[in-house]
């Protein structure tokens, strides 16, 4: 059985903001690992499975040249990018007809770029596992998180029936995708013991999909096939512009997975690994060390303890000047439970007697807000100047 890999890396991530931006998205920074981008880990983590050579990259056509810059080793006719945004039906469909053109029989693994996922070894073990579910019903899976709290962060999915598996993995159907709920009924989620995590992760062969893509979005179908008949050839570019002109937005969760799964077409695989889609701020303090007053730092940090400064360095120490880890210098006094964040090396950042904000330093922008409020800056982005 031969595996290939499509890895979705066209988001824009304002959740990250300052960090992260239109120019330098969420999948590009190392918010996982120091000197490793979230891209570039999830294709490290694939590639034993299936060699770099059968690693797809979809992204925008804007962020070619990040995608090769980050991973040298691709090839570059691995990069597809999308003309322009139409969500991820599209970018799920162009991928998997020209992968089915490349790679003919070959079960496809479709994956997130900017999720945080350990251990490897057993995510590997999971697709290996889950490929052969698919190849051999020939029906669509997903990958399911099982619940470790209530959110209202995530997406459900309802278990159906339990399947027949092997020791060490548990298959089932999938009877419902459920939006994001709310907090309440989320917890009735966790409680109940039947949902997962949606981690937008699909494994399916070739063939499947593209049924699935016949029957449910037609004419997404229809003008994907004819961008992949062209793919390889000079007409390319302009064919596969036409054909995303043509499409309406929607994902593949409401477009395909949803309906497929109503009809009983949708399994999923239990994921057992660690798994984080580093949603927001909030996810990324979860990574940080805590201070003596429960302050997260990421930075030099220096909390004014017992009449000295306690040091702290996250993510680490740098060794060099061209280092690529870069931080700044954070001091905290009389200061509880905040998030502080400083990129900017030789910019000092110091909080007084204020408790719960997270202040975010880089060095195009500062934002301070509450902690509370951290995972909702989207709306606050969206209305600001764009870069001049």
């Known amino acids: 059985m031969e595996i290939c890999v499509l890895i979705m890396a066209g988001g824009h991530g304002t959740r990250f903001w300052p960090w992260s931006s239109e120019s330098l998205p969420k999948q590009f920074l190392p918010l996982a690992h120091p000197d490793k981008s979230l891209l570039r880990q999830t294709v490290e983590r694939v590639a034993p499975l299936c060699g770099i050579e059968r690693v797809m990259v979809l992204t925008n056509g804007e962020y070619v040249d990040l995608v090769k810059a980050q991973i040298p080793d691709l090839p570059a006719d691995n990069v597809l990018a999308e003309p322009m945004l139409k969500d991820t039906a599209a970018a799920v469909g162009l991928g998997s007809f020209v992968a089915s053109k490349r790679w003919p029989g070959a079960m496809q693994a479709v994956l997130p770029a900017d999720h945080e996922i350990a251990p490897d070894e057993r995510f590997r073990d999971i697709l290996r596992y889950t490929a052969q579910c698919a190849e051999e019903d020939g029906l669509l899976y997903t990958i399911g998180i099982k619940p470790s709290r209530p959110t209202s962060a995530y997406g459900y999915l309802r278990r159906g029936l339990a399947l027949d598996a092997p020791r060490g993995f548990k298959r089932s159907d999938v009877e419902a995708f459920v939006e994001k709920p709310d907090r309440a009924r989320a917890r009735s989620y966790v409680e109940s013991g039947e949902y997962y995590w949606n981690a937008g992760m699909f494994i399916w062969r070739g063939d499947a999909v593209r049924e699935a893509f016949e029957r449910q979005l037609p004419g997404h179908a229809k003008s994907l096939g004819e961008a992949a008949s062209a793919y390889g050839t000079a007409d390319f570019d302009e064919t596969l512009r036409l054909a995303f002109s043509r499409l309406e937005k929607i994902s593949v969760d409401y477009g395909i997975m949803q309906a497929e799964g109503e009809a009983g077409r949708v399994r999923c695989v239990e994921g057992d690994f660690r798994w984080s889609d580093l949603g927001g701020w909030e996810a990324f303090a979860e990574k940080l060390e805590t201070d ?58 110091a909080i007084l007697g204020v408790d719960d904000l997270a202040v975010i330093h880089t060095p195009d922008a500062t934002l301070i807000t509450t902690r509370s409020k951290a995972e909702a800056i989207k709306p606050l982005v969206s209305k600001l100047p764009k870069d001049e």
């Open 292 to 349: 003596a007053h429960n302050n997260k730092v990421y930075g030099h940090s220096r909390d004014w303890e017992d009449e000295t400064w306690e040091e702290l360095w996250q993510p680490r120490r740098p060794v060099s000047d061209d280092d690529p880890v870069h931080i700044g210098e954070v001091f905290t006094m009389d200061a509880n439970g905040n998030l502080v964040f400083n990129n900017q090396p030789g910019h000092r950042v």
